[in-house]
């Protein structure tokens, strides 16, 4: 039966096949929709030469185009037709495997190189073992050559992956033109304080997996399941049945470090991001744990690794829950502090109490700190929140995620919380400084010495903040291959400024150790507690006064502050606009600035201009604060100037020039004085980096090797005031680029606040 009927196919088949001729009229047809389209382009391409050119042009492109595919594709089929099906598929099946697992884009070509190099060795071999004595030389020397060529290959390949990476990307750090600010006379924030650490852990008590969270103190649950309502099917099924227990039981669960004492006791959540659920986060800030408990502080590590990716993918809306649950542990230890018996019972001091996380945990303990001031879910107005109200000082962000989770699809903004944000150079995770957007979005509107802060550290990755996560941030599996981590600093000095700065953060916010602010404007301040790395910081404050923000409206001379005018003369570049990422954008704008006087004859200094009103509130204390960062664009030279010609261009050096501008105030007495920028602090080059091993992936990934990273420099105008100039009075700023002749900046904000009386 089956012949039969596989006969009347095959009889069918040759009935209806086309002959020589329809061949023909598809070579003709394809051809006619090739031409009418490329006829159409061209047509629609003007090359100044006319229509009748600009047709022909594209044709003769076309033509080549059409012709080279055409031949490749017949040497394909000639050469596929000739080789053995198995053989066949199975090459191109390995392929496959690459391309399923890396994508199209970057797996095709992969899997070509490495299974052409390994299946060329496996044929060398093969046919070197079998009567290779009796072949013909021509054959031996093209065997041997494949061999020795497959081997180095696959040899090649090998090194690759071992290898640590490369550090041909690094940019020179600017050293210091001018004086560096004073040390902090305070404690070392990093260092062990008086308290010796005691820990426990509390959780849901019968926690398949973790045995800590099996025999423990307290025992905690939750109800989520409100907010996983469309989690069904053989997914929901697949994590019930790895975890143990489904939402409706989510465990909370954490590790505590506590001081030994009577306290009360500032509490602080730290939460992990996205990770294999199976390969546990929590454990990873142990570090962090002590050495806060040692200085006065409760710090709880929150275990949400249920909530992590696994083989089956990630929980469909499980960013919020993030948020969510710390809140729910909040309540836990509001409720353990009341309640006599409990080993917090009065210990906790819930006037200061500090949110932070990790990735999307760094997210997560932004979304808290809204959601705590919410009646109700923003996305299902069904779920209604408790009256949370909870007493949040502080958040701090470690390399965050943003935009994942938009509450009822807005940005997330807060009011009157202190916010530090750190972000590594070398994140190949979070490739973007993401939190820099959280941080625009945390405004200050009531009483309070509330500020804000960003330290980019260069060469820090993504996973050295945990110690469970570590130097790649591809995780395991071949992705980590080809991760560079040459390139990074090394753990311990990674954790060691991060110890730095949240302990500083958290003594500053939460102990009123108002002496540690310095460290948030200048790391310089805090050199003789950090390691040797590039720390760059951003800051804000309750009492900074915008002057310029560039994203007001779209007159590129007018300002923020009310009466304030801007002007720029002699610059090759002057624009406002959106400050990229490498991916998006900073969700705000800012004035770009380049200039290029590498001319065979001089030409003007180009200035950049402030003027002010009369009333404008400016005194003594008052300190110029610019939001700025180096960009890698290359500015052209001014209209009919020529280009001067380097004389060595051999000698030219790789790096770009130091940026560096004068900084010149007038006041409406006619008293003017001046002062280099880097007199206050070091204007560095676009921070590059090369995430992965090969430049050519790295570029294909990341597109860009920098990104605009803002650092605040501050100018006190007591300085000035030495020169005769009168703060009071102050009229005009001007940014005169005479320090240098060529560079491209971008400047976020232009700013004042008030130094703190002594």
């Not at 306290?263 to 959540?269: A, D, E, H, N, R």
Request: with cysteine; aromatic share 12%.
């Amino acid at each position: 039966m089956v012949r039969m009927a596989w006969g009347a196919i095959v009889s069918f088949w040759r009935a209806i096949r086309p002959g020589p001729e329809a061949a023909r009229g598809v070579r003709i047809g394809a051809l006619a929709g090739a031409a009418v389209w490329v006829i159409a382009f061209g047509l629609a391409v003007h090359t100044g030469l006319g229509a009748i050119p600009d047709v022909f042009l594209a044709l003769v492109a076309g033509a080549i185009v059409a012709g080279l595919s055409a031949a490749l594709v017949w040497l394909l089929m000639t050469a596929f037709r000739k080789l053995p099906r198995w053989t066949t598929g199975i090459f191109i099946g390995s392929v496959a495997v690459y391309i399923a697992s890396v994508g199209p884009e970057f797996g095709t070509m992969l899997g070509l190189m490495v299974v052409l190099a390994t299946a060329t060795l496996g044929a060398a071999i093969a046919t070197q073992r079998h009567g290779f004595g009796q072949t013909a030389r021509a054959r031996k020397i093209v065997t041997i050559a494949l061999l020795v060529l497959s081997l180095a290959a696959v040899i090649g390949f090998v090194s690759f992956a071992v290898s640590d990476g490369t550090t041909e990307a690094l940019i020179k750090p600017r050293t210091a033109q001018g004086p560096l600010p004073v040390m902090i006379q305070a404690a070392n924030p990093g260092r062990t304080g008086p308290y010796s650490v005691k820990a426990l852990t509390y959780g849901s008590g019968n926690d398949k997996w973790r045995v800590e969270y099996r025999n423990v103190a307290i025992k905690t649950s939750v109800d989520a399941t409100a907010f996983f309502k469309e989690y069904k099917g053989w997914r929901a099924k697949a994590r019930r049945l790895y975890w143990g227990f489904g939402f409706d039981k989510t465990p909370l669960n954490a590790r505590v470090w506590y001081p030994d004492g009577p306290g009360p006791f500032p509490l602080v959540l730290i939460v992990h991001g996205n990770h294999q659920m199976e390969q546990w986060s929590d454990p990873g800030y142990l570090y962090l744990g002590e050495l806060l408990a040692s200085r006065g502080f409760i710090l709880a590590s929150i275990d949400e690794n249920f909530l992590n990716a696994t083989w089956s993918g990630d929980p469909p809306g499980e960013k919020a829950p993030r948020g969510w649950m710390l809140l729910e542990h909040l309540r836990l230890w509001r409720d353990w502090n009341a309640k006599a018996g409990n080993p917090f019972f009065g210990k906790v001091d819930l006037n200061n109490i500090a949110l932070m996380g990790h990735s999307r945990g760094g997210e997560a303990a932004a979304t808290a700190a809204l959601f705590n001031k919410l009646a109700y879910y923003p996305d299902d107005a069904t779920i209604k929140f408790p009256a949370y109200g909870f007493n949040i000082r502080s958040v701090v962000a470690i390399a965050p995620v943003d935009g994942q989770y938009k509450p009822a699809g807005a940005p997330r903004n807060l009011e009157n919380v202190n916010y530090f944000v750190l972000q590594g150079g070398h994140d190949s995770d979070v490739s973007s400084f993401m939190g820099s957007k959280q941080f625009e979005r945390v405004k200050f509107t009531g009483p309070g010495e509330w500020f804000k802060s960003e330290l980019f550290i260069y060469r820090a990755n993504h996973g050295q903040f945990n110690t469970s996560w570590g130097r790649y941030d591809s995780g395991d599996g071949p992705f980590r291959w080809f991760v560079n981590t040459k390139a990074l600093l090394p753990p311990d000095d990674q954790r060691r400024i991060a110890s730095v700065y949240i302990s500083a953060f958290l003594e500053a916010t939460i102990h009123d150790r108002r002496e540690y602010l310095p460290l948030f404007r200048d790391a310089r301040a805090g050199r003789e507690w950090l390691p040797d790395a590039l720390c760059v910081n951003r800051y804000e404050d309750s009492t900074w006064k915008r002057v310029a923000t560039f994203g007001e409206d779209a007159d590129v001379t007018t300002a923020t502050m009310p009466g304030v005018r801007l002007a720029a003369q002699n610059f090759s570049v002057w624009k406002e606009g959106r400050i990229p990422f490498r991916d998006g954008d900073h969700e705000r704008n800012g004035v770009f600035l380049g200039w290029n006087r590498k001319t065979e004859k001089p030409v003007p200094v180009p200035v950049y201009t402030i003027s002010f009103p009369e009333d404008a509130g400016v005194g003594d204390r008052s300190v110029l604060a610019i939001a700025l960062s180096t960009t890698d664009d290359n500015p052209a030279i001014p209209k009919d100037a020529k280009e001067r010609k380097e004389k060595d261009k051999k000698s030219a050096p790789k790096d770009p020039e130091p940026v560096d501008f004068t900084v010149e105030l007038s006041d409406s007495a006619g008293k003017t004085a001046a002062l280099p920028l880097s007199r206050f602090g070091v204007l560095q080059p676009p921070l590059k980096a090369q995430f992965l091993k090969s430049a050519f992936l790295d570029e294909q990934a990341y597109k860009k090797a920098a990104e605009p990273v803002m650092q605040t420099i501050e100018l006190p105008l007591r300085d000035f005031a030495a020169q005769g100039l009168d703060p009071a009075k102050l009229k005009t700023i001007r940014f005169r680029f005479d320090r240098g002749e060529k560079g491209s900046i971008v400047i976020s904000e232009i700013g004042l606040r008030e130094q703190p009386k002594m």
